[in-house]
DNA sequence: CGGTACATTGAGGCAAGTCAAGTTGAGTGG
DNA sequence: CCACTCAACTTGACTTGCCTCAATGTACCG
């Protein structure tokens, strides 16, 4: 039983633009069906390609980078709306790989109808451009946070995301928002230890700023929590859904 | 005197792919002109939107974010062939700003027909979302270099995408290739102190694996260059030029 | 109840930051 | 031609934020 795109919950929240009855249409035909990822599923992997690409419907994961070194970088957390595979999608070999960390539900497309889009409907190839470039843009952030920030900004900048990355995507029941990660995941995000990571989480929570346990954050002052981040976010405008 | 897209300079450098005379002939239409930019001068800037775009045709210039704090990041270096402006074209503001560091060649484009190349060269559309996925997976790897690697890798990382970089695009004479920038500059864009890049460049001078003085970077040793960088480089296939 | 996975806490060490002084070279003006 | 300034690069001494190691706590599960 899979999601008709007309029906799409996605489509009432407040982080994506809305969508014309012609859109909606099309994408009914684009979309090739569902999938179904458990916990720990490699939906992507680094250094090969995909015959389909994704949109990540329910669930969280990770995409990240294994170096030759062993070490992991978390490029980014894959929520509710966010596309997958645009690089295999358009330069044919994915250079992070996307792991479901909950249960996932997939919207699935197939690479082979990738191409059309741009011809058959250029204002969704637009879309994907501006899917991309919103992508830059975050990590564009993500990269002034790590090199010029120290361990607590880093951190709190990172909670902030998810806070108002999760609103936007209708993923909050009174002021909790689900975060199924592990201090692994966010340290290996940030660039930090694990043992540090840990500490600044405690620091946070001690100052009543932030808490995340067992699951779930709860941002106490956004206010502090903002200041301490001490960056502009960049994109608070509505996105495209694909 | 602007130069013909026909007869571009950069057309003949093996980092791009090829282009064919119907593309050429719509370039010519698109391209508007060419602008001559002084050493430091403000090509783009933060939080601001443009009524042109770009392509860097010969020169070289800065991407950087301006933090709160009043620190610097510098997102990437601007070479020749670079196409500047994306995020102007699809969000209509840029997150970064671009800076001129020598005296610069661009070709512009007027934002106004951005939209019009997704619908009437669809082909062009996809190779602008191509290149947003190249600079996607180009950030992708600076987060992993300046999360998890130490000084001497990430400066190593950053000279070798220098060398290669350059290469591909005709800028190369015996080993030698124009590296115009400040250290300061460096240290910003790999996440480190000045002081610290410097002597982390003296030592990597010491050891004859790479020097940079004087404008000019000439790598000795390839090999252990690369391998002290410890990332696979992503992106080595011909890259589609605006 | 032992085993595993994750979170937590303390102690010690090192990589990188900060501060400060000195060198070099280009540009300027008396 | 020399004295001065200024910007970039260099080097040494000191400080510190973060990493590493190692142990303990806690929940869940077969």
């Known amino acids: 039983m899979t999601v008709d795109c007309q029906n799409c919950p996605l489509r009432d929240c407040e982080g994506f633009q ?3 009855d012609d859109t909606v249409h099309f994408m009914r035909r684009f979309k090739k069906g569902e999938l179904q990822a458990e916990p720990g599923t490699q939906i992507m992997t680094q250094g090969s390609s995909s015959t389909h690409l994704f949109t990540c419907l329910e669930g969280q994961g990770v995409r990240y980078k294994d170096l030759p070194n062993g070490e992991r970088q ?3 957390f894959v929520l509710p709306g ?8 358009v330069m044919g070999e994915m250079t992070h790989s996307v792991e479901a960390t909950t249960e996932m539900t997939l919207c699935t497309f197939n690479r ?3 191409w059309n889009l741009f011809k058959e409907q250029p204002a969704r190839g637009f879309d994907i451009t501006r899917i991309a470039a919103l992508e830059e843009c975050f990590l564009g952030e993500a990269l002034a946070v790590i090199g010029q920030l120290k361990a607590r900004a880093r951190v709190a900048w990172a ?12 993923e909050v029941t009174d002021g909790h928002v689900p975060l199924p990660f592990k201090q692994q995941d966010l340290a290996d995000a940030v660039g ?3 043992v540090h990571t840990n500490k600044t989480l405690a620091r946070l929570r ?6 995340w346990s067992d699951g779930w954050l709860t941002v106490h002052d956004p206010e502090r929590l903002a200041a301490e981040a001490a960056v502009a976010d960049c994109e608070t405008t509505p996105r495209p859904l694909i």
């Open 18 to 20: 809305p969508m014309t």
């Open 74 to 76: 978390v490029i980014s």
């Open 82 to 89: 966010d596309f997958i595979g645009l690089q295999a999608g």
């Open 112 to 114: 082979s109808d990738f």
């Open 159 to 170: 909670l902030w995301r998810f806070q108002t990355r999760l609103e936007e995507v209708c």
């Open 192 to 194: 930090l230890s694990l």
């Open 206 to 211: 001690e100052d009543q700023i932030a808490t």
